[in-house]
């Protein structure tokens, strides 16, 4: 359950790199509000991410 | 792994199998290889090479196409070449090496290889530096920057140097955990920068993408002082901007562990990604910038990303160098290393991370990375054109294969000749005839493959 709940997180963190981006392009979204989005999704991504990319890392290692 | 596990058992179990052909249990799927290829090919290269497409005047067209075609033979490349001696043998290139061209020509070729690293990983920290230097409005390098022209400049790249030879030196596997991690992010990164920045560029629906890709992004038009890209510029560099990895053979290590050879395909993943999307993008964030700064000639990726999206660009950039910069001096290391393995790690690390960082300094180092990619290629071609003969030929024709090794040879002249001679005819080619550096590896190729094979039946007539 803990594993779902932080691989949801870190696509959350994932969706906000790309997505305000797309937004900006369709111009429903100014920059500015894109590059504090993006920011937040960058943070996320690196404090969820590690927790359960490497864990599978070394799950497949041992198998 | 323990967390405390030693550095010397860490390096053990890197080398694991390099001595012998690997275990069917230890064998790894698509999945696998579809991952590693694609966060390999994600660098902080990409925040290099496709700016300079744009400053060398590639066209729209011309870009699209050589990308296409140049990336599907470098696939092919992986697959029919690197792939199937892979599979094949389940040996690293250096043990192949070893047997075919003697223990003294692998520490030779070790030492070259080292010093190519180097560079490439100077030329990352040097990326890295131009996104660490913004919180201090420090000077960027131009684009026809030979020698350092500030001292903000060189203090900056000295504190990325330091750090990166520091982690070098203790945390290889934490890096390269990282790297994995941040890999589907960078990619994120680099297209969301592009589609953020389009509208700046005149593209606000997907339909006038290619009319503004022509007239404003890539106008074949090349920047002052810059030579021009054509069709087969961008083809030939697409192709060969890894000839080290797939017809240079260094590839071989990783694709030892594939369960059958048909796996070199997935490095798709990799040029697609990285050596499509990736220089597109980065093409597109240079475009915009040399528009908004009336042609600047400087040339800096830290500023162009954080301009693009901000902070996330920025750390992108940061990242990308750094990530590529660190496990490139580790591997430095470990090649110079292989000279006298009772060096301590740490202090050859040490050493090779201060030659990298002063490398580092040069901004030519980033300005002509085209150049040296194509060259970084080339110098390791001969040696992979010698283990396809080794392979698959050189038996059909009555010659020995792996004739150190049977030989008890230390240094196989036929290699050692092969390697000269292939290299002495690209630079006449290149001084005589002309012919551009991205050009040299194809026709090195049958040279190679010639000289070796006269050279072979020569030196074991003896």
């Known amino acids: 359950m803990k594993k779902i709940i932080l691989k949801l997180l870190s696509f959350i963190g994932l969706g906000l790199t790309i997505i305000p981006a797309i937004l900006v392009f369709s111009a429903e979204m100014d920059t500015d509000t894109c590059k504090q989005l993006m920011f937040l999704g960058t943070v996320l991504w690196f404090v969820t991410a590690p927790l359960w990319m490497n864990e599978k890392d070394a799950a497949s290692e041992e198998g | 792994m323990k967390k405390n596990t030693s550095l010397v058992a860490r390096l053990n179990s890197v080398n694991e199998y390099e001595q012998q052909p690997i275990p069917t249990n230890k064998l790894k799927g698509w999945r696998s290889f579809l991952g590693t290829y694609a966060g390999e090919h994600t660098a902080g290269t990409e925040f290099v090479i496709g700016p300079l497409f744009v400053a060398h005047g590639a066209s729209a067209i011309d870009l699209v196409t050589g990308l296409i075609f140049g990336n599907i033979l470098a696939v092919l490349s992986w697959a029919f070449l690197?792939?199937?001696?892979?599979?094949?043998?389940?040996?690293?290139?250096?043990?192949?090496?070893?047997?075919?061209?003697?223990?003294?020509?692998?520490?030779?070729?070790?030492?070259?290889?080292?010093?190519?690293?180097?560079?490439?990983?100077?030329?990352?920290?040097?990326?890295?530096?131009?996104?660490?230097?913004?919180?201090?409005?420090?000077?960027?390098?131009?684009?026809?920057?030979?020698?350092?022209?500030?001292?903000?400049?060189?203090?900056?790249?000295?504190?990325?140097?330091?750090?990166?030879?520091?982690?070098?030196?203790?945390?290889?596997?934490?890096?390269?955990?990282?790297?994995?991690?941040?890999?589907?992010?960078?990619?994120?990164?680099?297209?969301?920068?592009?589609?953020?920045?389009?509208?700046?560029?005149?593209?606000?629906?997907?339909?006038?993408?290619?009319?503004?890709?022509?007239?404003?992004?890539?106008?074949g038009v090349p920047l002052e002082g810059q030579s021009k890209f054509g069709?087969?510029?961008?083809?030939?560099?697409?192709?060969?901007?890894?000839?080290?990895?797939?017809?240079?053979?260094?590839?071989?290590?990783?694709?030892?562990?594939?369960?059958?050879?048909?796996?070199?395909?997935?490095?798709?993943?990799?040029?697609?990604?990285?050596?499509?999307?990736?220089?597109?993008?980065?093409?597109?964030?240079?475009?915009?910038?040399?528009?908004?700064?009336?042609?600047?000639?400087?040339?800096?990726?830290?500023?162009?990303?954080?301009?693009?999206?901000?902070?996330?660009?920025?750390?992108?950039?940061?990242?990308?160098?750094?990530?590529?910069?660190?496990?490139?001096?580790?591997?430095?290391?470990?090649?110079?290393?292989?000279?006298?393995?009772?060096?301590?790690?740490?202090?050859?690390?040490?050493?090779?991370?201060?030659?990298?960082?002063?490398?580092?300094?040069?901004?030519?180092?980033?300005?002509?990375l085209l150049e040296f990619v194509a060259l970084y290629g080339l110098i390791l071609m001969p040696v992979g054109a010698v283990i396809f003969m080794d392979v698959y030929l050189l038996e059909k024709m009555g010659l020995q294969s792996n004739y150190a090794a049977v030989s008890g040879s230390s240094l196989n002249g036929s290699v050692a000749v092969t390697w000269l001679v292939t290299l002495v005819f690209c630079l006449l080619l290149n001084l005589v005839a002309g012919v551009e550096i991205f050009f040299l590896g194809l026709p090195g190729w049958f040279v190679a493959v010639l000289v070796y094979v006269v050279a072979s039946k020569i030196n074991q007539k003896k």
């Not at chain 2, 510029?233 to 240079?248: D, K, P, Q, R, T």
């Open chain 2, 231 to 368: 069709f087969w510029h961008i083809l030939f560099f697409a192709w060969f901007c890894n000839m080290a990895m797939h017809i240079g053979m260094a590839d071989l290590s990783l694709l030892r562990y594939a369960k059958k050879w048909e796996y070199g395909f997935s490095s798709a993943t990799g040029v697609f990604l990285g050596h499509f999307i990736a220089w597109i993008a980065s093409g597109i964030l240079y475009s915009l910038f040399l528009i908004e700064s009336e042609g600047s000639l400087t040339f800096a990726p830290g500023p162009i990303a954080y301009s693009a999206v901000g902070v996330a660009g920025a750390i992108c950039v940061v990242v990308a160098g750094w990530t590529t910069a660190n496990p490139t001096l580790y591997r430095a290391g470990l090649a110079i290393q292989s000279i006298n393995p009772q060096w301590k790690t740490w202090k050859v690390t040490l050493f090779v991370g201060l030659f990298t960082t002063i490398a580092a300094c040069f901004p030519a180092l980033v300005m002509m």
């Open chain 2, 82 to 219: 690197t792939a199937k001696i892979a599979v094949k043998t389940r040996v690293t290139l250096y043990y192949l090496l070893e047997q075919i061209a003697g223990k003294r020509f692998t520490l030779i070729y070790n030492l070259v290889n080292a010093g190519l690293f180097c560079f490439l990983a100077g030329s990352m920290i040097a990326v890295a530096a131009t996104a660490v230097g913004i919180p201090f409005d420090m000077a960027m390098p131009q684009l026809t920057d030979i020698y350092p022209n500030n001292l903000g400049w060189v203090v900056t790249v000295f504190a990325v140097g330091t750090i990166t030879t520091i982690i070098a030196m203790f945390g290889f596997e934490q890096v390269s955990k990282f790297a994995m991690v941040a890999a589907p992010w960078m990619i994120m990164v680099f297209i969301a920068a592009a589609l953020a920045v389009l509208p700046r560029l005149g593209v606000t629906d997907l339909g006038s993408f290619w009319s503004v890709a022509e007239s404003t992004i890539w106008t």
